[in-house]
């Protein structure tokens, strides 16, 4: 999907209509997957599964971090028979590693050194300093501490098990010589089941009680910065991560497992970034970032999913960012 730089663009309709909401939004209204849009139009799918892989993308990214976690960085599957500290410790340091490598290198991109300015930026607003709100009263150091400690240790605890029952034979494995072309399948198909998972989650997060002892903590990220995006409470981090377990029942590699884990821990770090991506010569050459996302951060009560599988649009929770799609959210919020 081609983006067009929209400074200057008038603001949206809003109950605060002379302030400018966005500093720069994609090209609208944002477009969901043509995979369940009746009629099937093959070209427009075939484009869309394409461009979201090729030339570059976060996918693609996600996938060579993967490789080479599981080449050179995991701890062999006949130490992870039991569980020992070691090899546990080894996946922690790897992990956390991977997370300051990508949300810390975006932050440094972005907001440290500030190598595009506000160029492609959503919102301008600063991160937040000297707020009671965040944890050490500051955003970044608020959200780089529920992403390491909660985090990270919820995603090397999921992935330390899933090690420990594939090297058991509890769970089963899926071998590239026995099923190449399912091997690959799975890579392909996880970004939709993700979609649909992060839906089911997230709407459940939303559920007032659940929403205020757990997803609270996430939302106090009205802007958003790559740190931003895997700061969550721990339960929101085991049910969220627990996305992996579907891996007791669906065959899997443990480079499958390392993939499916990695998707949903930096790929949360790179949809978070605030930005719509990076830009080069005033083209955005990599998307980062996501505008419908940050609506929702926003908003709270639109965007629960993503645009894979659009069950925003099902349950008529969906903003596509336009004028016109702001004032029908207005007029829905009324009657909540
Ligand atoms: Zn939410
Ligand atoms: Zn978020």
């Known amino acids: 999907?081609?983006?067009?730089?929209?400074?200057?663009?008038?603001?949206?309709?809003?109950?605060?209509?002379?302030?400018?909401?966005?500093?720069?939004r994609p090209e609208l209204p944002l477009s969901v997957s043509p995979l369940f849009t009746l009629p099937w139009r093959p070209m427009e799918i075939i484009k869309w599964i394409v461009g979201?892989?090729?030339?570059?993308?976060?996918?693609?990214?996600?996938?060579?971090?993967?490789?080479?976690?599981?080449?050179?960085?995991?701890?062999?599957?006949?130490?992870?028979?039991n569980f020992e500290f070691d090899w546990i410790a080894q996946i922690f340091l790897r992990n956390l590693g991977l997370l300051f490598l990508v949300a810390g290198g975006l932050h440094l991109y972005y907001y440290v050194f500030r190598l595009q300015g506000d160029e492609g930026r959503h919102d301008t607003r600063p991160l937040v300093k000297n707020?009671?709100?965040f944890t050490f009263n500051n955003q970044i150091h608020d959200n780089m501490f529920?992403?390491?400690?909660?985090?990270?240790?919820?995603?090397?605890?999921?992935?330390?098990?899933?090690?420990?029952?594939?090297?058991?034979?509890?769970?089963?494995?899926?071998?590239?010589?026995?099923?190449?072309?399912?091997?690959?399948?799975?890579?392909?198909?996880?970004?939709?089941?993700?979609s649909f998972y992060f839906y089911l989650v997230h709407r459940f997060l939303h559920w007032p009680p659940l929403y205020k002892i757990a997803h609270a903590l996430h939302h106090r990220n009205n802007n958003v910065g790559p740190w931003s995006g895997l700061s969550m409470h721990p339960i929101e981090h085991i049910l969220y991560l627990g996305t992996v377990?579907?891996?007791?029942?669906?065959?899997?590699?443990?480079?499958?497992?390392?993939?499916?884990l990695q998707y949903f821990t930096l790929t949360a770090a790179t949809t978070h970034t605030g930005y719509s991506g990076i830009f080069i010569n005033g083209k955005k050459r990599l998307a980062l970032g996501t505008f419908h996302h940050q609506?929702?951060?926003?908003?709270?009560?639109?965007?629960?999913?993503?645009?894979?599988?659009?069950?925003?649009?099902?349950?008529?929770?969906?903003h596509n960012g336009t004028e016109e799609s702001h004032r029908q959210f207005?007029?829905?919020?009324?009657?909540f």
Request: glycine share 4%.
């Open 330 to 335: 207005l007029d829905r919020r009324k009657s």
């Open 295 to 318: 609506l929702h951060h926003r908003f709270y009560e639109c965007n629960y999913g993503g645009l894979e599988v659009p069950f925003d649009q099902w349950f008529g929770s969906f």
């Open 52 to 81: 979201a892989w090729f030339p570059i993308s976060e996918r693609l990214i996600v996938l060579a971090l993967s490789l080479i976690s599981w080449f050179f960085l995991h701890p062999s599957l006949e130490r992870c028979k």
């Open 146 to 194: 529920w992403s390491c400690a909660s985090g990270v240790t919820v995603w090397t605890a999921y992935e330390s098990l899933m090690m420990w029952a594939i090297a058991n034979g509890y769970a089963s494995t899926l071998n590239w010589s026995e099923n190449p072309i399912w091997f690959v399948m799975l890579f392909l198909l996880l970004p939709a089941w993700e």
């Open 131 to 133: 707020s009671r709100q």
């Open 1 to 24: 999907m081609t983006e067009a730089v929209n400074k200057g663009a008038s603001p949206a309709a809003s109950s605060r209509p002379k302030r400018k909401q966005w500093n720069y």
């Open 245 to 260: 377990l579907i891996h007791w029942v669906v065959a899997a590699h443990p480079l499958h497992i390392i993939f499916h």
